[in-house]
């Protein structure tokens, strides 16, 4: 007897949608069609390949959807990458997992299987780790290529961040992903090949090998303008320009703040505000209503010439802790431009423990983009980046700061009791980790299927029920592994 052959649609091929296409398409019992909005990844120029112009991107050139997202102090300009890899070709390509007590919350709350025991090794298989291939927390035969800036791709102001926080006392961590060593600082992995260049989940799960699959198709430059729902099951999706495909299964994996919209646009969500907009209701669901992402101030820096270097924005990062060993900040220069002229940088400061909720809803009319509110600043986070504040006042004074001839470019009296209040009033910052707008829990049981909609999941970095204190970009790898496995197994 032979099977019938399952049709899965992947709505968005970003980040998780790439990793998830190539997963499915191992099953010979499956076809999956890759339906993606922006252009493929022949498409990428030296702004996506070449790291030390990834800041470029940042200004909204290249392929990027933008939204403005409202804090409590200003609107944040907010790009996702609208291509092939989605924001995995735009990121800032730091590659880290997040702490063991994150994951383990997410199973506290009911969530099995996604526990760190559960997810570690997942997260060890997707990594082929150039510099620890032989440690037991690493992997080296996963599609991802991983290894840590070397010391002569340094900035000089990356470098001297790193050896001024020594100086003053923060240990130097060799590898930030190993959570025995924090806090410290260290350099952060990323995913480059050996040539220093960007590689996107697409280029490294959707290799020419996978993509001749027969049962994957990948269509690019196709938009999902809505899914296709009745009687409690969605039966595929409509494209702008009205083109219908059906499916046995839907996924969208569009990213935390397209997904959502997505959802609602086609009747999911919730009651009142799908009301508003005349959208008859598939299912009452709290989307978009639980939005994380972790916030923090900016103070832009500028040193004696040259810059030195040649990678990426973000290559160094102190992984604080305010109160004893609990991590709970990052914060780091980021370069502001590639030019060997531009000696100003941006020094963020984020706050990784972040419990309040920003919202994603519906703009004005449905084919507007989503609305997006950045969640409150954590009650206690004044407190925490005070610590933080203390950690750089000190940098300031430190030899290798000081050889670099490094000032604020407006003045800033770190150790004043009110540089932390004026320093987030000039410029508070999203480290763009939105998270959490479809979590698991919820909207999704702990397969990421949408409950009361058969049918349909969602995968990206919108299932994350709290937010990891880390970078999200490898989260959503690992969830899409790990969704991916279960649904060959279903
Ligand atoms: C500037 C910036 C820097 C960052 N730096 C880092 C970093 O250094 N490290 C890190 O870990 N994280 C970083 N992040 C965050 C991280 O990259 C994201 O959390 C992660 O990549 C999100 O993946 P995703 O799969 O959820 O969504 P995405 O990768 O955004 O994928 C969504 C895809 O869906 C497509 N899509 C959307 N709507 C539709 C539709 N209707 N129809 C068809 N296709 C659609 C999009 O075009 C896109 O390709 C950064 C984010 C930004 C914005």
Redesign the pocket.
């Known amino acids: 007897m032979t099977r019938k052959t399952r049709h899965v649609i992947v709505?968005?091929?970003?980040?998780?949608?790439s990793v998830l296409s190539a997963r499915l398409s191992e099953h010979p019992e499956s076809s999956v069609t890759l339906?993606?909005?922006?252009p493929d990844d022949d498409s990428y120029g030296e702004l996506v390949l070449e790291p030390a112009r990834a800041a470029e991107a940042?200004t909204g050139v290249g392929s990027v959807?933008m939204t403005a997202m409202t804090t409590e102090t200003g609107v944040i300009p907010?790009?996702?990458?609208?291509?092939?890899?989605?924001?995995?070709a735009?990121?800032?390509?730091?590659?880290?997992r997040g702490l063991p007590p994150d994951y383990d919350a997410w199973a506290a709350a009911g969530l099995d299987g996604w526990g760190w025991e559960d997810v570690k090794d997942t997260f060890i298989a997707a990594e082929r780790d150039a510099d620890f291939p032989n440690s037991p927390l690493h992997g080296d035969k996963g599609p991802l290529p991983v290894r840590r800036w070397r010391s002569d791709e340094l900035s000089r102001a990356q470098r001297a961040f790193c050896e001024g926080m020594v100086e003053v006392g923060e240990s130097a961590v060799s590898d930030i992903n190993d959570p025995s060593q924090l806090p410290g600082v260290g350099v952060f992995p990323v995913t480059i090949d050996d040539e220093g260049r960007r590689v996107t989940t697409s280029l490294a799960y959707l290799t020419p090998e996978v993509r001749g699959r027969e049962n994957l198709s990948v269509r690019t430059g196709?938009?999902?303008a809505a899914l296709a729902i009745a009687d409690g099951r969605v039966s595929g999706v409509r494209l702008v320009g009205g083109e219908e495909i059906e499916a046995d299964e839907v996924v969208v994996?569009?990213?935390?703040l397209?997904s959502p919209h997505?959802l609602m646009r086609s009747g999911i969500g919730p009651a009142d505000h799908l009301a508003e907009h005349d959208i008859a209701v598939h299912a009452d669901l709290p989307v978009g209503a639980t939005m994380s992402d972790h916030l923090g101030p900016g103070i832009r820096y500028r040193h004696d010439g040259p810059r030195g270097g040649v990678a990426g924005p973000?290559q160094v990062v102190l992984v604080g802790a305010s109160k004893g060993r609990d991590v709970d900040y990052h914060a780091f220069p980021i370069a502001s431009a590639p030019s060997q002229d531009a000696t100003e940088f941006m020094m963020a400061v984020f706050l990784l423990r972040s419990s309040g909720r920003g919202s994603v809803r519906l703009g004005d009319s449905p084919e507007a983009g989503p609305v997006v509110k950045a969640p409150p600043l954590p009650e206690d986070g004044p407190e925490r980046l005070r610590h933080a504040f203390d950690r750089l006042a000190a940098w300031e004074d430190s030899e290798p700061a000081r050889a670099l001839g490094c000032a604020p470019v407006e003045p800033i009296d770190l150790r004043a009791a009110d540089a932390v209040a004026t320093a987030l009033e000039r410029l508070t910052m999203s480290y763009?980790?939105?998270?959490g707008t479809c979590p698991m829990g919820t909207v999704l049981d702990a397969d990421c299927r949408v409950r009361g909609v058969e049918g349909l999941r969602v995968v990206?970095?919108?299932v994350m029920p709290t937010i990891p204190s880390g970078?999200?970009?490898?989260g959503?790898v690992m969830v899409a592994e790990r969704v991916a496995r279960k649904m060959k197994t279903s």
Request: proline letters at 0%; aromatic letters at 6%.
């Open positions: 709505v968005g091929g970003g980040t998780a949608g339906l993606e909005a922006g940042w959807a907010m790009m996702q990458g609208r291509v092939l890899g989605g924001t995995s735009v990121n800032a390509m730091a590659t880290l196709v938009e999902v994996s569009a990213g935390a397209w997505l973000a763009a980790h939105m998270t990206d970095a919108s970078n999200t970009y490898l959503c």
